[in-house]
């Protein structure tokens, strides 16, 4: 019987996470779940905040438990959830994250082009419900909100779901950045439904816009802080030229079978369904393995990006909130070309920049709705609240540039 099945995890940011069900077990022991034991959550965050090594497993369960507490407080202030749909929304936020690739979205469309996470988690959430004789078939419809309760979609995907409030605890946790601390037990007790949209009890407001401003301070802080932010780009560089190398014709070999078939079909692989076998084989170690491979590849441009990731000698990063000079970044280049002895199509590889852009809370997307004792509801950037008003729901842009220091 389901009510007799216990097990248990000890989790350092919670501490005992419940299993209680044996579908959810069984989900858990699948291979393709447990792969994401091996995919770093933040990945290269690391190289600035050393404890920041754990993984999309550590954060999956960790949004679980989070969804048991949050059905647990909705179900006893008589929100009608039943067995089937609770059982069901614990697995589809087991599973939200179950179709990231290796360094998650650094490698976003680069080893698979035009195919998000996203789609390859429903298409992983399928071949799984086959395989279990249905048993998923509710988890995908709340998980793609297709199912007539949308507040149980919004609890795994929305501006105040589960998702995040354990990726910015357990974040903060593990990098040690203290303005990432949620008050996420005090959420959860305020959460409430109305007319099956997932609200805010209105004496919560002040820990919704700690939430917020939490949000925005681990962005640009943890997530978007310069020296993760070149790491990251460097490894799209390493993998961009690999990828050119092979289209030339010149033997680039990945250390591990399923990297090496992704690299080499890139951009053959329009659809994931035949290929999710490979997919779900593949981690941060097949990549990092071949990356300290690499650093005695023939390829000059290819040997000293990989060089300088794997010793931590990392491009230099600059941000601005304008454009950079143009006759600047020519100089760059220049210089970079000389030193190298590159080709000037090469430059690219060693000077390149973009934007960094980030939006708090847009009232324009799914909202964050506080609800009143009369009854009434209304968008959190509408209530008489300068901060979230004018403050956070502008977006913030920043110009960075990464290049070769001499």
């Not at 070149?230 to 990945?254: H, N, T």
């Not at 609240?385 to 913030?396: C, G, K």
Request: overall charge neutral; glycine content about 4%; proline content about 3%.
């Amino acid at each position: 019987m389901a009510s007799l099945f216990r097990k248990i995890i000890n989790d350092p940011v919670y501490g005992f996470i419940t299993i209680d069900h044996p579908l959810i077990f069984k989900v858990i022991a699948h291979p393709w779940y447990q792969r994401l034991r091996r995919i770093h959550q933040m990945a290269f965050a690391q190289l600035v905040y050393p404890g920041a090594v754990h993984t999309r497993l550590h954060h999956s369960l960790g949004a679980y438990h989070l969804m048991c507490n949050a059905l647990h407080e909705l179900k006893n202030k008589g929100v009608d959830i039943n067995p089937e749909e609770e059982v069901a929304a614990k697995i589809a936020i087991l599973l939200h994250d179950i179709g990231h690739g290796p360094y998650s979205h650094a490698l976003e469309n680069k080893l698979l082009k035009g195919i998000h996470h996203e789609t390859i988690s429903i298409k992983i959430m399928e071949v799984l419900n086959r395989e279990l004789e249905g048993a998923l078939s509710l988890a995908i419809d709340i998980f793609t909100n297709k199912y007539p309760k949308p507040f149980l979609h919004q609890l795994i995907s929305g501006q105040l779901d589960v998702d995040r409030m354990d990726y910015l605890t357990r974040d903060s946790f593990f990098t040690g950045v203290s303005e990432g601390v949620i008050g996420y037990d005090r959420i959860l007790k305020m959460l409430t439904v109305h007319h099956n949209e997932l609200m805010v009890e209105e004496k919560a407001v002040y820990s919704i816009e700690k939430f917020l401003v939490s949000r925005r301070l681990m962005y640009w802080q943890v997530y978007l802080h310069k020296t993760v932010l070149g790491a990251e780009k460097m490894l799209v560089k390493i993998v961009e030229r690999a990828q050119e190398l092979i289209q030339r014709g010149i033997a680039v070999k990945s250390t591990s079978a399923v990297f090496d078939f992704f690299l080499q079909n890139h951009d053959k692989v329009t659809s994931i369904e035949d290929h999710l076998e490979q997919f779900c084989l593949l981690d941060d170690y097949d990549v990092l393995s071949t990356i300290k491979n690499w650093i005695f590849h023939e390829d000059v441009v290819l040997a000293k990006l990989c060089q300088c990731l794997v010793t931590r000698r990392l491009l230099k990063v600059k941000l601005s909130a304008t454009p950079f000079d143009e006759a600047w970044i020519a100089e760059l280049r220049n210089r970079i070309c000389r030193e190298m002895q590159l080709e000037e199509r090469d430059c690219h590889y060693f000077v390149f920049g973009g934007v960094a852009e980030n939006t708090t809370y847009d009232p324009k997307e799914e909202k964050i709705n506080i609800l009143f004792k009369d009854g009434t509801a209304t968008d959190i950037s509408r209530v008489d609240n300068a901060l979230i008003h004018q403050t956070l729901a502008s977006p913030v842009k920043k110009y960075y540039i990464c290049y070769l220091n001499s």
